[in-house]
C-alpha cells in the first residue's frame, strides 16, 4: 500500500511560479511510474504530467507543455511538477497519483493509477 501527500499548493498571480511536491510512503516508490492530475470545479479531472520510475521519460499534456516540468528524486521517494508562467486555467485541485507500470513507457489514463493523494489546491489568479 502506498501513501501519497501532496505539498506546494496555494494562491499564485497569474504568470507565477508555484513547485508542488509529492511524498511517497509504504512501497518502492522506484518501481512505479507517477502522474501528475488536476480537477477544476465543475469539470472532470485530466491528466496534467507523467514520469516513469527512472525519470528518463516524461509526458505532458498539449496546454502545459513549456510550462510545466515533472521530475522524481527516487532517493527522497518524491515527485515534483514545478509549474511556470501559470495562467488562471491552471486553477485547480492537482493530484499526484502511483502506477505500478515499470517500464521506459508512461499512461495517461487515470484508471491505470493505482494510488492517489488527497489532492493539494492551486488557485491562480488573473
Known amino acids: 500500500q502506498v501513501q501519497l501527500v501532496e505539498s506546494g499548493g496555494g494562491l499564485v498571480q497569474a504568470g507565477g511560479s508555484l513547485r508542488l511536491s509529492c511524498a511517497a510512503s509504504?512501497?518502492?516508490?522506484?518501481?512505479?511510474?507517477m502522474g501528475w492530475f488536476r480537477q477544476a470545479p465543475g469539470k472532470e479531472r485530466e491528466f496534467v504530467a507523467a514520469?516513469?520510475?527512472?525519470?528518463?521519460?516524461?509526458y505532458y499534456t498539449d496546454s502545459v507543455k513549456g510550462r510545466f516540468t515533472i521530475s522524481r528524486d527516487n532517493a527522497k521517494n518524491t515527485v515534483f511538477l514545478q509549474m511556470s508562467s501559470l495562467k488562471p486555467e491552471d486553477t485547480a485541485v492537482y493530484y499526484c497519483a502511483a502506477d505500478g507500470l515499470k517500464s521506459t513507457a508512461v499512461r495517461i489514463g487515470g484508471s491505470f493509477y493505482e494510488y492517489w493523494g488527497q489532492g493539494t489546491q492551486v488557485t491562480v489568479s488573473s
Open positions: 509504504g512501497g518502492t516508490f522506484s518501481s512505479y511510474a
Open positions: 514520469i516513469n520510475w527512472s525519470g528518463k521519460t516524461t
